[in-house]
């Protein structure tokens, strides 16, 4: 089975009695950012540009919309089965939120958390105390140089966004398939744009740093929808084309 028809189905699997997509939607990519009391939907206006650079550039069919996701509601919860985690303030979880999730990510739901610190703070403390209450027995790790992440589409050494952290992905993973990925990079921040569509943030590099950014983004989105893959047969053709 393709993993973009799974994660497409995966709200099924809890909500078998109702319509959760409508007819000619069902087949697009929508993001859902998850809610908490705080600036969680800071990157909203770069995840849209991201979007449409997605569209440009595969063959994902995406929407536009940004979808809300309060973990207590998991009718929307389960129909948004990609997740995206953004903020520089500390935040937290009810027992009935981590539950909720930690189904979710079990049932191949991914969950995209990108912070927008410039250093670690309040922020990465939250990020680490919502691992432990997901997977106690886990940890975020850091992921390959080789790991299928870095060319799932593009070539990449490392992530980019608005702040050089040469540390690499932070990832998690089940049964070979990455459920939390995390980055201190503020990817999305490089993205983003304000009401007049310029962009936010200065980054280092600009537009060297913002295009691959969105070659990062892809990677992660690409990853989250693409088939089921060895990790050394990704997008072959395209590589060798485009290997420097």
Not at 31 to 43: E, L, Q
Not at 223 to 240: F, G, P, R, W
Request: charged share 30%.
């Amino acid at each position: 089975m393709k993993r973009r028809e799974f994660i497409l189905s995966l709200a099924s699997l809890f909500l078998l009695n109702e319509k959760l997509f409508s007819i000619g939607k069902s087949s697009f990519f929508e993001i859902g950012v998850i809610k908490y009391d705080g600036p969680y939907n800071m990157r909203n206006t770069g995840l849209k540009k991201l979007l449409w650079e997605i569209s440009k550039r595969t063959s994902i069919e995406v929407s536009f919309d940004i979808a809300d996701i309060n973990l207590l509601n998991t009718k929307k919860l389960f129909a948004h089965p990609f997740l995206y985690l953004t903020g520089d303030s500390d935040f937290s979880f009810s027992k009935k939120e981590i539950k909720n999730l930690k189904d979710f990510l079990s049932f191949g739901g991914m969950v995209f958390i990108d912070s927008a610190e410039k250093e670690k703070g309040k922020f990465d403390n939250s990020v680490k105390k919502l691992i432990k209450k997901l997977y106690p027995q886990k940890k975020l790790v850091k992921a390959p140089e080789n790991h299928v992440i870095y060319r799932t589409f593009n070539l990449l050494d490392r992530p980019y966004g608005r702040f050089y952290k040469n540390n690499g992905f932070l990832i998690l993973e089940d049964d070979n398939r990455i459920e939390i990925i995390y980055s201190e990079n503020d990817i999305i921040g490089a993205l983003t744009v304000d009401e007049f569509g310029s962009w936010k943030y200065p980054v280092s590099g600009e537009e060297k740093t913002r295009e691959m950014a969105f070659r990062t983004g892809v990677n992660i989105i690409m990853y989250a929808t693409c088939l089921s893959y060895k990790a050394d047969q990704v997008h072959i053709d395209y590589l060798l084309k485009n290997r420097r």
